[in-house]
């Protein structure tokens, strides 16, 4: 079962994807931030990370299932997919299928990348119907598409969040809560945005790299996070924040180190 946490998907998402190129929103990273923050980018601590988001996007510590997962969940983006809930109407699940054209031409998809324009920004099917959730379980089978949507969530998620992570000198803690944030809310303009909910906290308390308490800034982000998902009802059950990363940095484990213990939804995870 997909929780209703797959509603919290970005609304600028194409706009974001479209000037990572050319106004990349980092800081310039200190260096001294750099060499000293721990990166969730360490394969162990990644994957923990894919467990993590997937416990609440999935109900399940299984991330590497969701490849071929695909529904329209009615939370007005069309059709969700994939690992990390790549969207008919945000631009990403388009980017992605270009990528996976690119590197495989001809593929299952490829037919549909004219409809995928055309229903970019709404909710449509229009074109999609009836055969594209078929032929995305379809594609899930090719490791090329597999590695295509490993790319694609490296780019517009993951790496931005581990670079914004290190440029504020937080540990792998702090990168994963900023990456979560990136997967639910999207960067942006709006309010409710990664980028928004920082400058919420930034207001409040420092990041180690302006020389404050890592432990005070980061619960003033998650802090800025819960006042943002409660913004939508989607959003309203807050627990991937209450009973999982704030536990986490209640517990001082700023570097994700297991044994780790949480709830979402009230469903219990541990990772040994």
Not at 56 to 81: M, P, V
Not at 91 to 113: F, H, K, Q, S, W
């Amino acid at each position: 079962m997909k929780h209703p946490a797959r509603t919290s998907r970005r609304t600028l998402l194409a706009l974001f994807g479209a000037s990572l190129a050319s106004a990349p929103f980092l800081d310039p990273p200190p260096a001294a931030a750099l060499c000293a923050a721990a990166g969730l980018d360490d394969p162990a601590k990644k994957e923990i990370a894919m467990q993590l988001v997937s416990s609440a996007e999935n109900s399940s510590l299984d991330w590497k299932a969701q490849y071929r997962y695909i529904e329209d969940i009615g939370d007005g983006r069309g059709y969700t997919a994939g690992i990390i809930g790549f969207c008919s109407g945000t631009g990403d699940m388009l980017d992605l299928v270009e990528l996976y054209t690119d590197r495989r031409p001809g593929n299952v998809l490829a037919a549909y990348l004219p409809a995928l324009r055309r229903v970019n920004g709404t909710d449509s099917h229009d074109g999609l119907d009836p055969g594209f959730p078929r032929d995305w379980a379809r594609a899930a089978q090719d490791q090329q598409f597999r590695r295509a949507q490993d790319d694609e969530r490296d780019r517009v998620y993951f790496g931005p969040a581990v670079r914004q992570g290190r440029t504020d000198g937080l540990g792998v803690l702090g990168q994963f809560a900023y990456y979560d944030a990136i997967v639910m809310h999207g960067d942006g303009t709006d309010p409710t945005s990664f980028r928004s909910i920082r400058g919420r906290a930034l207001n409040r308390a420092r990041p180690p790299a302006q020389g404050g308490d890592e432990v005070a800034y980061l619960h003033a982000y998650l802090d800025a996070r819960v006042w943002a998902m409660k913004q939508e009802e989607a959003h309203s059950d807050t627990s991937r924040v209450d009973t999982a990363q704030r536990v986490f940095l209640r517990e001082g484990n700023l570097d994700l180190d297991p044994p780790l213990d949480w709830k979402v939804y009230g469903d219990s995870y541990h990772i040994d």
